[in-house]
Structures are given as C-alpha cells and as structure tokens.
C-alpha cells in the first residue's frame, strides 16, 4: 500500500437565497486534473477531470452551467420529473460555486 498526501482547499457559500451552506472541496491531482465535492444540506455531488488545461476555478468559470450539471448530477434517477427538479437544484448550486470562484479569482488569485 503507498499512502500519499494530497492538499485540498475548501470553502463555504452562505447567503444564497434559497439554499442551505454550500461546502466545497477541491482537490488537484497533477497538473489539470482535478477533483470537486460539492455539498448542500444532504446532498453530495462529486466530479473529476482529468484535463482541465489549467486549474478548477479556471476550468469552472470556462464552461457551462449545463456541462458542469450534466457531469455531476446523479446517472440514478427514476423519472423525468425527478430529474428536472434536481437538475434545476444543482444549476442554481453550480452557478453559486461558479460566482464563489469568479469572486476568489478577482480577490485571491486560483483555487
């Protein structure tokens, strides 16, 4: 067994109306490649990519809200109503992430 130490940065959105903590954790694995956790109240949503050309906030503010939701919703949903509605949760989520990094890049350079 090899054990390796990674660093993880990681940050809380509060303040956005209708919904809970948002807690954030990011995780570069290399050079472009990187892991997200996303948790709000008592869901989860994980993603990873392997060339992101730079770093997360980099890659998060490059693409779309829709790429970013279709990559990390659940691949488990039984009907086209469920999905809807969390696909609708998990933009408004996404798009908060989204303005925490603009916002961070502007202040504080990459995550």
Do not use: P
């Not at 790429?67 to 990390?72: I, K």
């Amino acid at each position: 067994m090899k054990l390796t130490t990674t660093t993880a940065k990681s940050f809380s959105i509060t303040e956005v109306e209708n919904l809970d903590r948002i807690n954030v954790f990011v995780t570069m694995d290399g050079e472009g490649a990187g892991r997200i956790v996303i948790h709000c109240w008592d869901q989860c949503w994980t993603g990873y990519w392997g060339a992101m050309g730079g770093s997360m906030s980099d890659f998060w503010l490059r693409v779309s809200a829709g790429y970013l939701v279709n990559a990390m919703q659940s691949k488990i949903i039984t009907s086209q109503s469920v999905k809807k509605r969390e696909d609708a949760y998990l933009r408004r989520i996404v798009e908060a992430v989204q303005d925490a990094f603009r916002l961070h890049k502007e202040c504080n350079g990459d995550i």
